[in-house]
């Protein structure tokens, strides 16, 4: 018997809204971030998960909370679930627009986001700490039946998308991870 693992992605806050680069920058949910995370409460209130993994920045920790009150799911944090590190250029407005801005490399062909930028994860970084977190956390939950649930962020939930389908890097935006969807990954 194996179980489920899902991931979704926080709700908004200022910086999304803003086009703002967040990485590892702990910004909170803003109104709206709250609100979809209630309205994924209701949503998913009658998906079953035994266990929550979450990252420990505030927007995911916040995410979970509201989408998991009044449920018996204990939610573990870890490090390895933070939002990839964009170095120097977090809190950068418009990187994906900007083409002199390195990470617009990773929004446009992520299997050439090779570099670390300065203070910041590759590609490959990302891969390997989710890789690493699957094997060691989540596949001998799953494989023992349980249903897991990891609430985290886009770039960091598109690495473990790709581990668990085992997709080439061209491929990591395939799919989406929009805030607040819940994301069946097998």
């Not at 998913?44 to 995911?60: E, G, T």
């Not at 670390?116 to 891969?127: A, K, N």
């Amino acid at each position: 018997m194996s179980g489920s693992l899902y991931v979704i992605r926080h709700g908004r806050t200022d910086w999304n809204d803003k086009h703002i680069l967040q990485g590892k920058t702990d910004i909170p949910l803003n109104e709206t971030g709250i609100k979809m995370a209630e309205d994924a409460a209701v949503r998913y209130k009658d998906i079953h998960f035994d266990i929550c993994f979450c990252s420990p920045l505030s927007r995911a920790k916040e995410t979970a909370e509201i989408l998991l009150k009044g449920r018996d799911i204990p939610v573990i944090y870890d490090d390895r679930l933070r939002e990839m590190s964009f170095g120097i250029y977090e809190g950068v407005h418009n990187s994906f627009k900007d083409p002199d801005c390195y990470v617009k490399v990773f929004f446009e062909e992520p299997e050439k986001y090779l570099e670390r930028p300065e203070g910041g994860e590759s590609i490959l970084d990302l891969m390997q700490r989710t890789r690493e977190f699957l094997e060691e956390k989540v596949y001998p939950l799953i494989e023992g039946g349980k249903d897991v649930l990891i609430v985290g962020h886009g770039a960091m939930n598109s690495a473990i998308k790709c581990n668990v389908r085992k997709l080439d890097l061209k491929d990591f935006w395939v799919d989406g991870i929009e805030n607040c969807k819940l994301m069946k990954l097998n």
